[in-house]
């Protein structure tokens, strides 16, 4: 549904056509096609809901307009203009040839344990029309009730198939001696019964939600490699693997001709950092390695909702989750998040929108997958891809200095 329309110069709402989305401002990006005559400039304007127009005076083109809204395209005569009621990026998954959302959506604790159906969908309609394409899923979520909740979802939305990227990750799906770990058994049982729950013929991610001790990984690798090559899964890969098991899950594929594993999915936040940036960091380059980080506001401790005690309806307050709390409240962590919520008001930031965009500064993150219980956190996070963009160096040494946690660089013998 589309809230407003080109037309001529500026834009009008057509209320009698398309209802206007319940957020509180959708912010809108210009950008002018370069076509001979004309460079090519980007203009931010915002549309109101309330005053049900378009700040017309920042619009420096008339003509011609393409309006796009999630999959919605709208087109006036000349496609001079593009103008996007979202801001979103699309990144490659590694070396990979897939588009994923800089910003993506994930359903740990909240789909099945802690949200019902109706306010999951409302999280996930605000992600799809702020842009948001991939849609992270793992069996062992509310015990498979995320996975049905997330198939049930898509299918009552129809948004096209193609337009979605949806995970699921396999280790952890019962009690059973067979019904956990990496066994060929257990990754291609784990990922039927996934693919059954979410109502789907393939997932475009499958993980190995942890690396198995008692499998031998040739055995994953060759399970995880049939899965992609009969068409279950489009991209295999790994979460909180070691840098050194990923390379050995590589060797195997280039020694037998297997499908390689594309991507990772590692914790990465202000508080947890060296894998990302320090263990992996040759694997980037060597074996072309896409990651999809989770937990980026730590739980929520990096929003500032945990500087004064637990709130009744946040996740550490959550029954079944407080072993959540001693890794999460550290009092250290709390102090820096105070300190760090003074830049967020620099660059007009709420401290969730800092942290995330943080993150997103990284280019070796793919996507940085978010978790919301409610649609007004995804309305506010999704806006972390324009403070992104605000962020300076200044604000970024800012930040290293009150963190104080960068892991060390390569020392470069040469130097000496
Ligand atoms: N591979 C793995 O092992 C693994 C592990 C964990 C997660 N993941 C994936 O990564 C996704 C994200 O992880 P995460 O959920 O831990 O992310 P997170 O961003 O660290 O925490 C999300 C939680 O923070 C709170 N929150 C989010 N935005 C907020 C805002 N603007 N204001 C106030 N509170 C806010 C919400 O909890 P409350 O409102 O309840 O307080 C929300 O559920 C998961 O859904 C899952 O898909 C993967």
Avoid at 107 to 126: H, P, Y
Wanted: include cysteine; glycine fraction near 8%.
């Amino acid at each position: 549904m589309l809230p407003c329309h080109g037309r001529g110069r500026g834009f009008e709402s057509r209320p009698d056509r398309f209802s206007i989305p319940d957020l509180p401002r959708l912010y809108a990006r210009c950008r002018r096609i370069p076509s001979g005559e004309c460079g090519f400039f980007i203009i931010r304007t915002t549309f109101d809901p309330a005053a049900r127009r378009v700040n017309e005076s920042r619009l420096r083109h008339t003509g011609y307009f393409r309006l796009r809204a999630g999959s919605h395209t709208f087109s006036t005569a000349r496609p001079s203009l593009l103008l996007a009621l979202d801001s979103m990026q699309y990144r490659r998954l590694g070396r990979s040839g897939l588009q994923v959302s800089a910003l993506s959506f994930g359903s740990w604790v909240t789909f099945g344990d802690q949200i019902d159906v109706d306010r999951a969908a409302e999280c996930m309609q605000v992600a799809y029309e702020h842009g948001v394409n991939f849609f992270d899923n793992a069996e062992a979520y509310a015990n498979g009730k995320s996975e049905l909740m997330m198939g049930e979802i898509f299918h009552s939305k129809g948004w096209k198939r193609s337009d979605l990227v949806v995970s699921t990750k396999i280790f952890w799906g019962g009690d059973g001696p067979n019904d956990r770990g990496l066994s060929r058994k257990h990754v291609l049982e784990g990922t039927y019964a996934a693919l059954d729950r979410l109502q789907m013929d393939y997932v475009d991610l499958v993980f190995c939600h942890r690396p198995d001790l008692h499998t031998p990984v040739e055995e994953t690798v060759r399970a995880m490699s049939y899965l992609v090559e009969q068409g279950y899964a489009m991209y295999w890969g790994t979460s909180e693997w070691s840098a050194e098991q990923i390379r050995h899950a590589h060797g195997i594929a280039r020694q037998y001709n297997l499908v390689p594993p594309t991507m990772e999915q590692p914790q990465y936040n202000m508080f947890h950092r060296d894998r990302v940036e320090s263990e992996y960091a040759p694997l980037y380059h060597d074996v072309g390695l896409g990651t999809t980080i989770w937990s980026p506001l730590a739980s929520g401790l990096l929003t500032g909702k945990y500087n004064d005690g637990i709130p009744e309806d946040s996740r550490l307050a959550t029954a079944g989750y407080e072993w959540l709390k001693d890794q999460v409240l550290i009092e250290e962590r709390i102090e820096k998040v105070r300190k760090l919520s003074d830049i967020a008001d620099q660059v007009d930031a709420s401290m969730a929108q800092l942290a995330l965009a943080w993150c997103l500064t990284n280019d070796d993150v793919s996507t940085v997958i978010t978790g919301a219980s409610r649609p007004e956190q995804v309305e506010e996070n999704m806006q972390a891809i324009e403070v992104a963009d605000r962020l300076t160096d200044t604000h970024i040494d800012s930040i290293e200095a009150i963190l104080d946690n960068r892991p060390a660089e390569k020392r470069d013998w040469r130097d000496n």
